[in-house]
């Protein structure tokens, strides 16, 4: 059984750091592109990153570019998501996504994820 399991969430303050992990289970993701979305309270889930499945090409939501950073382990079969100068406004559950068997492309739709984690919570004060 494939599971994602996120870690790494937490209470910070505005302009601090986190770095949120996302440990795959029951399979290999070294070929599938994965990303990160998130879900803020009354708010639909939204594109934050991803990252093909080499790691090569990596594409951001404009509200985090330049801050955020996704990268991609495939000797541990693990990927990242390093968040500096956090805003309030970043405050949300925040979930790992990984493609299937060979869907190596970094996609911004959640739709392309087959597989999803439960979620980590952020929370930024200010």
């Known amino acids: 059984q494939v599971q994602l399991v996120e870690s790494g969430g937490g209470l910070v303050q505005a302009g601090g750091s986190l770095r949120l992990s996302c440990a795959p289970s029951?399979?290999?993701?070294?070929?599938?592109?994965m990303g990160w979305f998130r879900q803020a309270p009354g708010k639909e889930r939204a594109f934050v990153a991803a990252?093909?499945?080499?790691?090569?090409?990596?594409t951001y939501a404009a509200s985090v570019k330049g801050r955020f950073t996704i990268s991609k382990d495939n000797a541990k079969n693990a990927v990242y998501l390093q968040m500096n100068s956090l805003k309030p406004e970043d405050t949300a559950v925040y979930y790992c996504?990984?493609?299937?068997?060979?869907?190596?492309?970094?996609?911004?739709?959640?739709?392309?994820?087959?597989?999803w984690g439960q979620g980590t919570q952020v929370t930024v004060s200010s």
């Open positions: 990252i093909s499945w080499s790691g090569g090409v990596t």
């Open positions: 996504a990984a493609g299937g068997p060979f869907a190596g492309i970094a996609t911004m739709s959640g739709s392309n994820y087959p597989y």
């Open positions: 029951g399979r290999t993701f070294s070929s599938s592109a």
